[in-house]
DNA sequence: GCAAAAACTATTGTCAACAATATTGTTGAC
DNA sequence: GTCAACAATATTGTTGACAATAGTTTTTGC
């Protein structure tokens, strides 16, 4: 049994709380934190979560685990079933199209509003940057800097788009795509496709056509999506 | 002080529960009349939400409420402040224009997956209902019906897109904007603009032209959106 | 009479014990 | 040997009491 998915990043103080400072983030970074282990399957999917484990685990109450896992219930990683517990939702292929259809929509009007956002020049260094280092990071193999890149560039699209519903609606996708899109990165001429689709995006957003530009990310996802549809039993 | 916005819809046995059938779902019962009564503002903008006075007028416990609060928290329908409570959220004109920013692009992804998802001649029926009685009830200003026939159209596309995540997505906005979406109807001409675009969009779905009703879609939306703005005061 | 401090009140946040329910293990009969 | 009923255990669900915090009023010093 994997009891030690858990176990806190470093808790040095169980017993008492850090005395002087703020600390009412507590239960945020608790959720935070089971978010991302979720979302990096370092909790894989299909984990039983059992409140009084976690909640020794991270060294609080059980009232708070059972908080966060209510809120994590409603943002779709886990499944609540009545007097069963909780575990990590596990995505079927089904699913994961249908959220590719909707990452589609979304993402294509996240390029239309930063491009309409923002002056165009302000895309200058990252268009160079994907016509450039992105290219030799590919060619080394080096995955992690391109995925670190292509994060920064949503990063910067979604802050352009300036639309915190938009926002919120991508990371809650984002979190559950979050490894496959790791996955879908390493099949066969993924990447070097992917990129060349990035780079017609950014000049579209260069130029300021916003209306390209969206209909550009909208290609790219789909895309995606159909290198997904091709592998996918290499990658599920 | 308006404190009987709360009241329960009928309780009528506030000590012991019914002691033979399924009432598990209590908790979200709760939760879903907040979340109506709110979308309805039957609770208005800006109440206080006092989780002592919600537990007393629904006869639970105070926990429950507090659970409850949370969801809308993450439903964006209500804001928590710590140690201070929980308001209904008020939306302003910026954030209003950024839902429908949203809702346009969703609501076109909708028809779309609609039209691909079911024969063209299931949309024949509510294409009548919109070229005959739709019609007649905006003429004798029957506004309730009208917007029973809209709401019946918008249904039936959400189920038919059968996306479970856009569907989730599309309850959330559309239980923050309901009122504005009502208010939008009563502004000069815009029952009739709408009618005629919405008449175009199951016209497109009838022939299965997926991409054409997506984009009259779309532009049905920013209609409404145009009328909005230009009328704002009105509105707000 | 005004300003600042202190006590008070109202409200939310935290917790640990208790109850209800589902699962697992064990016993007995056929 | 297998199945069913029952007991034991583990896990979640619920509740009320207590602690902490923000806002409000009163008091006091100038």
Redesign the interface.
């Known amino acids: 049994m994997p009891t030690k998915i858990l176990a806190m990043p470093r808790r040095t103080k169980p017993p008492k709380r850090a005395p002087g400072g703020a600390r ?1 983030g507590r239960g945020l970074d608790l959720l935070q934190t089971l978010r991302t282990r979720i979302a990096t399957q370092e909790i894989p999917p299909g984990a039983k979560l059992r409140e009084h484990e976690l909640a020794e685990a991270f060294g609080v109450p059980r009232a708070r685990i059972r ?1 966060a896992l ?2 994590l219930e ?3 990683l886990v499944e609540r079933i ?1 007097n069963r517990g909780a575990v990590v939702t596990r995505l079927d292929l089904a ?1 994961i199209f ?2 590719y ?2 990452r ?3 993402e ?2 996240c390029v239309r ?1 930063a491009t309409q956002n923002v002056p165009n020049e302000s895309w200058q260094d990252l268009l160079e940057k994907f016509q450039g280092p992105m290219q030799e990071m590919l060619q080394q193999g080096d995955l992690d800097a391109y995925t670190a890149g292509y994060d920064a560039f949503r990063r910067r699209i979604i802050e352009a788009a300036a ?4 926002t ?2 991508l990371d809650s ?1 984002y979190e559950k795509t979050q490894v496959l899109i790791r996955r879908i990165l390493i099949l066969p001429g993924r990447a070097s496709v992917g990129l060349r689709e990035h780079i017609a995006v950014l000049e579209a957003m260069r130029r300021g056509d916003a209306g390209e530009a969206e209909r550009l990310r909208r290609a790219n996802l789909r895309s995606a999506r159909e290198y997904l549809e091709r592998y996918q039993k290499y990658v599920l």
């Open positions: 009412a908080q209510f809120a409603q943002r779709g009545p699913q249908r959220i259809d909707v589609e929509v979304l294509g009007l509003l639309n915190p519903l938009l919120e609606m996708i």
